[in-house]
């Protein structure tokens, strides 16, 4: 069996970043959070916990000078919700992606110039619900041509449109087509992190020259369900799993060319072990 590895496969610099942050805290005396998981990946979360990294979820959560360090997750948060940390007097350590918060900077810029804001991506992703919250007018979030298609606003309006940085470059123009034949006046911004789209594409290269595809990432991680979707369009053979130990390794065994990839939550580690666990 030939077992090819992408080499864009695994942490993205974003995500390395937080992760490395959180780590770097917890060598500290005080007592560290994360709002909502730092990445998504179960094994990085798991392996946090058992350090003493207790993950909130809520503002409420919250106590007025509550001990400790809380750190803002990579996918990043609304407005509101920092706010209301910072002013609970927590001591607030911002990881979230530099590339996502260029376009909280963004969409806080626009929608003060009077811009209504449309974002592409999914509505239940922690990413988009952090973007939507820094805008301070309509937001319309676009996912399919369906979604698309319904949006309706007066001739002329103005709309910037960005991205959720994990989201499918060819899928995000056509959105960006439809919306606009709709005459707005557009400001339509590419926001997909540069690692997104090379990851994108090499794992379409490499799904497309293999009999079987594995494509190693957290349940729900947003960017490894994208990269399934793009293997699997390629290779019929494409296989989602989380660890070495949801492998099938007997059906593996049928094939003669396998190829890897990982969602930029995986860490190197677990890549390792789905290669290792491909040759025995």
Same mark, same amino acid.
């Given at each position: 069996? @030939?077992?090819?590895?992408?080499?864009?496969?695994?942490?993205?610099?974003?995500?390395?970043?937080?992760?490395?942050?959180?780590?770097?805290?917890?060598?500290?005396?005080?007592?560290?959070?994360?709002?909502?998981?730092?990445? +998504?990946?179960?094994?990085?979360?798991? #392996?946090?916990?058992? +350090?003493?990294?207790?993950?909130?979820?809520?503002?409420? #959560?919250?106590?007025?000078?509550?001990?400790?360090?809380?750190?803002?997750?990579? +996918?990043?948060? *609304?407005?509101?919700?920092?706010?209301?940390?910072?002013?609970? *007097?927590?001591?607030?350590?911002?990881?979230?992606?530099?590339?996502?918060?260029?376009? %909280?900077?963004?969409?806080?810029?626009?929608? =003060?110039?009077?811009?209504?804001?449309?974002?592409?991506?999914?509505?239940? %992703?922690?990413?988009?619900?952090?973007?939507?919250?820094?805008?301070?007018? #309509?937001?319309?979030?676009?996912?399919?041509?369906?979604?698309?298609?319904?949006?309706?606003?007066?001739?002329?309006?103005?709309?910037?449109?960005?991205?959720?940085?994990?989201?499918?470059?060819?899928? !995000?123009?056509?959105?960006?087509?439809?919306?606009?034949?709709?005459?707005? #006046?557009?400001?339509?911004?590419?926001?997909?992190?540069?690692?997104?789209?090379?990851? =994108?594409?090499?794992?379409? @290269?490499?799904?497309?020259?293999?009999?079987?595809?594995?494509?190693?990432?957290?349940? +729900?991680?947003?960017?490894?369900?994208?990269?399934?979707?793009?293997?699997?369009? @390629?290779?019929?053979?494409?296989?989602?799993?989380?660890?070495?130990?949801?492998?099938?390794?007997?059906?593996?065994?049928? !094939?003669?060319?396998?190829?890897?990839?990982?969602?930029?939550?995986?860490?190197?580690?677990?890549?390792?072990?789905?290669?290792?666990?491909?040759?025995?």
């Amino acid at each position: 069996m @030939e077992i090819r590895t992408a080499k864009s496969a695994g942490f993205c610099f974003g995500v390395e970043r937080a992760v490395n942050r959180v780590y770097e805290e917890i060598k500290g005396e005080n007592a560290v959070y994360t709002y909502g998981p730092i990445i +998504h990946n179960e094994e990085v979360v798991r #392996d946090l916990k058992e +350090h003493g990294v207790n993950v909130i979820q809520n503002v409420d #959560d919250f106590t007025e000078g509550m001990p400790g360090t809380v750190i803002i997750r990579s +996918h990043g948060i *609304g407005k509101s919700v920092q706010d209301a940390m910072e002013s609970k *007097g927590c001591n607030v350590v911002d990881a979230t992606c530099p590339y996502v918060k260029k376009i %909280h900077r963004v969409v806080s810029k626009e929608s =003060q110039a009077g811009r209504v804001i449309i974002i592409i991506g999914s509505s239940r %992703h922690p990413e988009v619900q952090g973007i939507k919250g820094w805008s301070e007018n #309509d937001v319309y979030i676009i996912e399919t041509k369906e979604d698309a298609e319904k949006v309706s606003l007066p001739e002329g309006t103005k709309v910037c449109i960005v991205s959720q940085t994990t989201f499918n470059y060819k899928k !995000f123009e056509e959105l960006v087509e439809i919306i606009s034949k709709k005459r707005y #006046d557009i400001l339509a911004l590419n926001t997909i992190c540069n690692a997104t789209e090379i990851r =994108q594409n090499e794992s379409r @290269e490499l799904a497309r020259n293999s009999d079987a595809m594995i494509v190693i990432g957290g349940e +729900h991680s947003s960017n490894t369900q994208k990269l399934y979707e793009i293997c699997k369009n @390629e290779c019929k053979n494409t296989y989602y799993i989380q660890t070495a130990e949801d492998l099938n390794l007997a059906e593996l065994k049928s !094939f003669e060319r396998v190829g890897i990839t990982a969602g930029a939550s995986t860490p190197n580690k677990i890549i390792k072990e789905v290669q290792k666990a491909c040759q025995k």
